[in-house]
């Protein structure tokens, strides 16, 4: 199951999450969260869905489809992060990966004060697992050192961290596994080009859920999900004026 929000360019959010799980082998369940006026270089507005009407959604659905695995993107407001947490009361082995959007590339709002804090406070301690990238990370663990702010977010309730170095510009883009082991865990993948791409954490993300949703261990579902990525970004389209976008729609080689 998949809530995020709409992005009419096709690069990110639910189309990006429905494409990958999807190109792995997984059934999604999209749950839309908000509606964004989005193009692939930034986002430019944002509207919620009705948090009623999601809860109704996420009802009806447990009635009728086994869930397997939950990923969440952009959540629109802090209702919306009420009903889910909700929803996840009776369902506490089930699990889910947070990509714990805040801004777009391009740096248009994706989430106000009052969601980041609900994020925090009711929702990553739920979670399996947080995939912030590295200004995300910054804000959310309020601290400048990478260490230091996973860190600051598994004092204050997170399970694990997985920090994605996309945002960087070596060679190799680093990611990084915290949780409450002695040391992190890094995984080094191969940099595609120069710039960034609309949508990769959407992807990484939703590819990790399919992982877990098909029995993958966390660190198995990670590996799978950045050699899946790092495959859509050999092929990746232009499809406007921004970013380019992750060709997601290759099937993976199982």
Known sequence: MVLSGLDPSGGAGIQADIQAITSLGGHPLPVLTCLTVQDTGNVYGAEVVNP????QQLQCLAKDVPIHAIKTGALGNAAVVDVLVEFLNSRSD??????PVIKAAGGGDLADDALVQAMKQKLFPRAEMITPNGIELAQLGT???PDQAAQNLLDGGCVSVLATGGHGNGVHIINTLYNHSPEPMHWEVERVGLNEYHGTGCTLAAAIATGRASGLSPRAAISQAQNYVHRTLLHALTVGKGQRVPDRGIMWER
């Open 52 to 55: 009623d009407l999601i809860r």
């Open 94 to 99: 089930l699990p889910l990966i947070v990509d």
């Open 143 to 145: 601290s400048d050192d």
